[in-house]
């Protein structure tokens, strides 16, 4: 009887302790649930539904807390019946969600507005009134050749026999002319930078030697316009000789990136390629031009609308060289050329035109302030006009540059603006002394003089074996389609050397860039180099 007690006694005992280790179990899958659901984000909109009311997941533990092993719960607790909700809580609403911070706007580099508007308007009337132009004049000028009672038909014979294939193959030249600059300038920057402003002097004195040996007034006039501008670039070569390492050494650092885009002289090829085209059909205009009224006016037209249209060709070029640089320097990104192209040709083509209109004037007005400071104090009449240009000037790097490109295509400025703010940029780095001297804008406009006086040597050789009268008119316009063209290759090695000045002037701890300019303000700080800039107004007129 005794035995079976214990037995009874032994099994209650252990039915009791296999109900406790049961009660266990249960108790630690419980809490391993709860210790999951502790991890949830307390913003997630997730609750734990308890005993038929809702209790908002306690926030996240800590990272050393959330793979603790939890201790064992106590003897006390572990038949604790949770006390029921309350009314109030049950219904608790959540707490707020946590807001981000809101953070400083910075400057977008992908800006889908349309830079100047206006500007970009007048020249797609005038792109639209040029082609409508040159279509009519196509028109008269076949219309004269097949009508044989026409006076003027022999004068478009003439000149579609000695004029047209003169202009196609100074247009040829030019092209591979402008091309073999730019691989030059990239393979041998140091001698090239020698090599352009005396191969300048030396070809437009020759031109212009040859024109005055054929002993017509016509070309004597334009013989002289060559040596005299043939003396000025010698004068300026022997001006600039102490910048000249320093401009290679920029030329050397700013050209490195371009053979990380084997691509980047793709949009110089589309835009020589077009300007061959319209300087086809425009040379094509010029002769129907002479079978209808006021032909002089018409040429004149003719002339600066063409002038116009190339210009916003390399500026095309520029915009899309110097997106591709600039994003490069600014955030090392590989951007992709025939994006930034496009980009050139739609919103920001605007700020294209308007710049082509403006910085060629302020180039010439630059030329001509430097002058006038030459002579600044011989005489009263030219110390006026030298103190007034100079007043100018001030003024008008200030409001428009060419160093705008590069913002312009980074971040979508207008052409105003960006000026402002990259010229403010130079002076805060105390760079605009660096600037103002940069050789790089005077190299890629003597590379277009350069190859405007070659392609005037053959063409004027030509034409005065076959018919001499057209000579002097020939020379002039296979200069300026030389001049042109040209300009439209250099404009890469421009914008390199543009986007490494602005960009540095953005972010000089940039580790893309060396100590070159800062160097070189160093020296120009102490007094060990010199530069010669741009003439500002002296400080006893601004007091």
Same mark, same amino acid.
């Given at each position: 009887? +005794?035995?079976?007690?214990?037995?009874?006694?032994?099994?209650?005992?252990?039915?009791?302790? +296999?109900?406790?280790?049961?009660?266990?179990? +249960?108790?630690?899958?419980? *809490?391993?649930?709860?210790?999951?659901?502790?991890?949830?984000?307390?913003? $997630?909109?997730?609750?734990?539904?308890? $005993?038929?009311?809702?209790?908002?997941?306690?926030?996240?533990?800590?990272?050393?807390?959330?793979?603790?092993?939890?201790?064992?719960?106590?003897?006390?607790?572990?038949?604790?019946?949770?006390? #029921?909700?309350?009314?109030?809580? @049950?219904?608790?609403?959540?707490?707020?969600?946590?807001?981000?911070?809101?953070?400083?706007?910075?400057?977008?580099? $992908?800006?889908?507005?349309?830079?100047?508007?206006?500007?970009?308007?007048?020249?797609?009337? *005038?792109?639209?009134?040029?082609?409508?132009?040159?279509?009519?004049?196509?028109?008269?000028?076949?219309?004269?050749?097949?009508?044989?009672?026409?006076?003027? @038909?022999?004068?478009?014979?003439?000149?579609?026999?000695?004029?047209?294939?003169?202009?196609?193959?100074?247009?040829?030249?030019?092209?591979?002319?402008?091309?073999?600059?730019?691989?030059?300038?990239?393979? =041998?920057?140091?001698?090239?930078?020698?090599?352009?402003?005396?191969?300048?002097?030396?070809?437009?004195?020759?031109?212009?030697?040859?024109?005055?040996?054929?002993?017509?007034?016509?070309?004597?006039?334009?013989?002289?316009?060559?040596?005299?501008?043939?003396?000025?670039?010698?004068?300026?070569?022997?001006?600039?000789?102490?910048?000249?390492?320093?401009?290679?050494?920029?030329?050397?650092?700013?050209?490195?990136?371009?053979?990380?885009?084997?691509?980047?002289?793709?949009?110089?090829?589309?835009?020589?390629?077009?300007?061959?085209? =319209?300087?086809?059909?425009?040379?094509?205009?010029?002769?129907?031009?002479?079978?209808?009224?006021?032909?002089?006016?018409?040429?004149?037209?003719?002339?600066?609308?063409?002038?116009?249209?190339?210009?916003?060709?390399?500026?095309?070029?520029?915009?899309?060289?110097?997106?591709?640089?600039?994003?490069?320097?600014?955030?090392?990104?590989?951007? $992709?050329?025939?994006?930034?192209?496009?980009?050139?040709?739609? @919103?920001?083509?605007?700020?294209?035109?308007?710049?082509?209109?403006?910085?060629?004037?302020?180039?010439?007005?630059?030329?001509?302030? @430097?002058?006038?400071?030459?002579?600044?104090?011989?005489?009263?009449?030219?110390?006026?006009?030298?103190?007034?240009?100079?007043?100018?000037?001030?003024?008008?790097?200030?409001?428009?540059?060419?160093?705008?490109?590069?913002?312009?295509?980074?971040?979508?400025?207008?052409?105003?603006?960006?000026?402002?703010?990259? =010229?403010?940029?130079?002076?805060?780095?105390?760079?605009?002394?660096?600037?103002?001297?940069?050789?790089?804008?005077?190299?890629?406009?003597?590379?277009?003089?350069?190859?405007?006086?070659?392609?005037?040597?053959?063409?004027?050789?030509?034409?005065?074996?076959?018919?001499?009268?057209?000579?002097?008119?020939?020379?002039?316009?296979?200069?300026?389609?030389?001049?042109?063209?040209?300009?439209?290759?250099?404009?890469? #090695?421009?914008?390199?050397?543009?986007?490494?000045?602005?960009?540095?002037?953005?972010?000089?701890?940039?580790?893309?860039?060396?100590?070159?300019?800062?160097?070189?303000?160093?020296?120009?700080?102490?007094?060990?180099?010199?530069?010669?800039?741009?003439?500002?107004?002296?400080?006893?007129?601004?007091?």
């Amino acid at each position: 009887m +005794e035995k079976e007690k214990v037995d009874l006694e032994k099994g209650q005992v252990g039915a009791f302790v +296999e109900d406790k280790s049961l009660e266990r179990n +249960e108790d630690q899958r419980d *809490h391993f649930h709860i210790s999951m659901l502790q991890t949830l984000n307390p913003t $997630n909109p997730l609750r734990i539904v308890v $005993n038929g009311g809702t209790r908002v997941a306690p926030p996240p533990p800590s990272q050393s807390s959330r793979f603790q092993v939890p201790a064992p719960p106590s003897q006390s607790s572990r038949f604790q019946v949770p006390p #029921p909700p309350s009314q109030s809580s @049950r219904f608790q609403a959540p707490p707020p969600r946590s807001t981000p911070t809101p953070q400083q706007s910075v400057t977008t580099l $992908n800006s889908r507005r349309f830079t100047n508007k206006i500007t970009l308007l007048l020249y797609l009337v *005038h792109k639209v009134a040029a082609i409508a132009l040159v279509g009519f004049l196509i028109f008269k000028g076949v219309q004269g050749l097949i009508d044989a009672s026409n006076p003027a @038909r022999r004068k478009e014979e003439r000149v579609l026999k000695y004029f047209l294939p003169q202009v196609e193959a100074a247009s040829l030249l030019s092209i591979t002319l402008a091309f073999a600059w730019q691989k030059a300038l990239r393979e =041998w920057p140091r001698i090239m930078v020698y090599f352009i402003i005396w191969c300048t002097f030396f070809m437009s004195l020759s031109a212009g030697i040859l024109l005055i040996c054929f002993q017509k007034p016509a070309t004597d006039g334009v013989g002289v316009c060559f040596i005299a501008f043939a003396i000025g670039n010698g004068l300026y070569a022997c001006w600039v000789s102490q910048r000249v390492g320093f401009c290679f050494k920029v030329l050397l650092k700013a050209l490195e990136p371009v053979d990380k885009f084997p691509d980047l002289n793709g949009p110089a090829y589309w835009m020589l390629g077009s300007g061959f085209l =319209w300087m086809s059909l425009w040379i094509l205009a010029v002769i129907g031009a002479l079978n209808f009224y006021y032909t002089p006016l018409v040429i004149i037209a003719l002339v600066l609308s063409l002038a116009w249209t190339t210009e916003v060709m390399r500026n095309v070029v520029n915009l899309t060289v110097s997106r591709v640089i600039a994003l490069y320097y600014l955030r090392g990104m590989q951007s $992709n050329t025939q994006f930034c192209f496009q980009r050139a040709l739609s @919103r920001n083509l605007g700020s294209a035109c308007l710049g082509s209109l403006f910085v060629p004037a302020i180039e010439a007005l630059r030329i001509v302030a @430097r002058g006038l400071n030459l002579l600044e104090g011989e005489d009263e009449f030219m110390f006026s006009c030298a103190h007034c240009c100079l007043n100018v000037m001030q003024s008008i790097f200030r409001y428009g540059n060419g160093w705008a490109y590069v913002q312009i295509a980074a971040y979508g400025k207008s052409f105003v603006r960006a000026s402002q703010d990259t =010229w403010a940029l130079f002076e805060r780095e105390e760079m605009v002394s660096i600037v103002d001297s940069d050789m790089t804008s005077a190299l890629c406009f003597l590379t277009g003089v350069c190859s405007g006086s070659i392609c005037v040597i053959v063409v004027a050789a030509w034409t005065a074996t076959v018919h001499r009268p057209f000579t002097a008119t020939i020379s002039l316009l296979a200069f300026f389609i030389g001049y042109l063209m040209t300009r439209i290759a250099m404009a890469l #090695p421009h914008a390199c050397v543009s986007c490494y000045y602005v960009c540095y002037a953005e972010n000089p701890e940039n580790r893309l860039f060396d100590k070159t300019i800062k160097e070189r303000l160093e020296m120009i700080k102490t007094g060990r180099d010199v530069v010669m800039a741009t003439p500002r107004v002296p400080r006893r007129f601004t007091r």
